[in-house]
Nanobody
Framework: QVQLVESGGGLVQPGGSLRLSCAAS????????MGWYRQAPGKQRESVATITSGGGTNYADSVKGRFTISRDNAKNSVYLQMNSLKPEDTAVYYC????????????????WGQGTQVTVSS
């Protein structure tokens, strides 16, 4: 059973920092593109940052210069370092990954984590 498990959310004051982690577990052959998305109340889910298996990154304009995505291919994990947090960053953050498992080694499947709440408030 392949799944993504997130951790690291919480409550932080404006200007503070948080680090989100996401680990893929199960019989994984390879992790392709991994990323973070978020959904605020009453809004659509949006892409925050993505990273390819080769390390290429892409960020939403709203987080450029404040957030950094990274990954550890050996651990099939992806991280999101969030600095200079603003109240508008408040949302549920979801990990996403295209994973190739040993049960479907010829193609990848897209997986979502369960989400972790990030609240930025004084």
């Amino acid at each position: 059973q392949v799944q993504l498990v997130e951790s690291g959310g919480g409550l932080v004051q404006p200007g503070g920092s948080l680090r989100l982690s996401c680990a893929a577990s199960g019989s994984i052959f390879r992790a392709n593109t991994m990323g973070w998305y978020r959904q605020a109340p009453g809004k659509q889910r949006e892409s925050v940052a993505t990273i390819t298996s080769g390390g290429g990154t892409n960020y939403a304009d709203s987080v450029k210069g404040r957030f950094t995505i990274s990954r550890d291919n050996a651990k099939n994990s992806v991280y999101l370092q969030m600095n200079s947090l603003k109240p508008e960053d408040t949302a549920v953050y979801y990990c996403n990954a295209d994973l190739v498992s040993y049960s479907h080694i010829s193609y990848s499947k897209n997986y979502w984590g369960q989400g972790t709440q990030v609240t930025v408030s004084s």
